[in-house]
């Protein structure tokens, strides 16, 4: 059968390598261009026809990605690829998973709807599954899920010694608890109430039991950093020994990590995701293996 190609976009060409080495795959090459109008030029410049691909393009500026991301999906289908998957590594539009307000958009839903008429099949790492028990709830097309608690699991039994695994808010507690498990540590959550995009206010249980023990704090999304820095602040009200924060996905907004930085953590790591300093965590061999699985398809009928 003839390798599968993984192509890139810019800002994935790091871990598009890796992962096509990973996968067994080609590299995949490309040109992309913005117009002075911000309207986006893609070129495919290895032939797809009757190959199966893979785009990769994490989402953590999604809005900008995602036309490039939907203009060469349908380039590579028309030109012949037989499946194009997304590998996302983050994907974005998970959190508004219920219309919090009356009229929002339901953008996760309108997301999976554009992405499912777009690709073949995705691969993510840790999606924020909060009222969705799975992707299949929103995605039409076959989905993989990879989780990262046994590598960050791994990383803390290494790095850190007597670790408590404290989740930031009840939202976590699957991937405190998972990550708490691979870790063989105890865990614990956090409550918190969110009244705004940056107005977070927290209640930590008591830690007087784990006064030798050191907190690890772990989400799956670091975004403006809040829920963490109210998190790290009353473990510093309690006097427990600065804590190690862990996500999951460094989406870090503008002043984020500098505002995370100035609460005093012991450290701020994150899994390789979305690039950035803090990625200490390694998910492309587990993501490659992922993608694997979905080139393995032996002579399936190209789709229709
Ligand atoms: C939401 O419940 C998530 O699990 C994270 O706690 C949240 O997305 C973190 O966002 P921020 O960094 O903006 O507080």
Not at 3 to 12: H, K, Y
Not at 148 to 166: C, D, F, Q, Y
Not at 220 to 233: K, L
């Amino acid at each position: 059968m003839t390798a599968p190609i993984i192509f890139s976009l810019p800002g994935n060409t790091a871990a598009g390598a890796q992962l096509a080495s990973m996968a067994g795959a080609e590299i995949g090459l490309l040109s992309t261009h913005t117009f002075p109008d911000e309207e986006s030029l893609v070129r495919v410049d290895t032939d797809p026809r009757d190959r199966d691909v893979a785009v990769v393009a994490t989402l953590h500026h999604p809005n900008a990605v995602v036309m490039p991301l939907l203009f060469l999906a349908d380039a590579l289908h028309s030109l012949g690829a037989r499946r194009v998957g997304l590998i996302a590594p983050y994907l974005a539009y998970m959190r508004q998973d219920t219309r919090f307000n009356p009229g929002e958009a339901l953008t996760s839903r309108t997301f999976a709807s554009i992405l499912s008429d777009a690709v073949d099949w995705l691969v993510t790492v840790d999606p924020h599954l909060h009222r969705y028990a799975s992707l299949a709830d929103i995605y039409d097309i076959p989905t993989a899920a990879v989780h990262a608690s046994k590598e960050i699991g791994a990383w803390i039994a290494t790095h850190v010694e007597r670790p408590l695994v404290i989740g930031p808010d009840e939202e976590s507690r699957q991937w405190a608890e998972s990550v708490a498990a691979a870790a063989k540590a105890p865990f614990t959550v956090v409550t918190k109430t969110r009244h705004g995009d940056v107005d977070v206010i927290e209640s930590i249980p008591d830690l007087r039991a784990h006064t030798d023990r050191t907190p690890v704090l772990v989400d799956d999304i670091i975004s403006t950093a809040r829920t963490m820095i109210a998190a790290v602040n009353h473990l510093h009200e309690q006097r427990a020994q600065p804590p190690v924060c862990i996500g999951v996905h460094a989406v870090f907004a503008t002043g984020a990590y500098a505002a995370l930085e100035n609460a005093g953590p012991a450290s701020i790591v994150t899994t390789n995701t979305i690039p950035h300093p803090s990625n200490q965590i390694d998910m492309l061999p587990a993501i490659a293996a992922a993608a694997r699985s979905h080139f393995d398809v032996g002579d399936r009928p190209a789709r229709p």
